[in-house]
């Protein structure tokens, strides 16, 4: 079964064909600064991603190589994406319930602000979690710029 979601205003729809890799929570500054807080994505393959409204989403290249999509109307961050990686991460919070999904990891904790702590279950990273690079921030050194 397909999960859903959508931008703010609706403009831009998304329709995801496949398995989802669980949650990550991303606290770097650069994810931060965009997002408001923390980036909490998902990802599937790319060629699994059905966009209805695409011409709504603006792709703004945060790091290099490395590219968010959000949209033009409402400003929503849906999108993250590592150029020639095959994957997309789609941000969880546009998702129509019931996901079924779980935060699995926290990376670049290293970065958090300073005005929260993380306090669940999972595994938390200073960096990146190391071996895997289908994910925001993936192969970025272990701080980034903002």
Known sequence: ????GRCACGDV??????????????????????????VAATALPRTALEIEGADKIKWWEATPG????FCTTCGSLLLWEREGSGMISVMAGCLDAPTGLRIAAH???????DYYDIVD???VYAGDIPGVQDRPNAGRRETCDG
């Open 107 to 113: 990376i670049f904790a290293a970065e958090a602000g």
């Open 1 to 4: 079964m397909a999960v859903t």
């Open 13 to 38: 729809r998304l329709t995801l064909h496949a398995p989802l890799r669980p949650v990550i929570g991303c606290h770097c500054r650069s994810c931060r600064r965009q997002s408001g807080h923390i």
């Open 66 to 69: 490395h590219r968010r999509g």
């Open 121 to 123: 279950d999972v595994p």
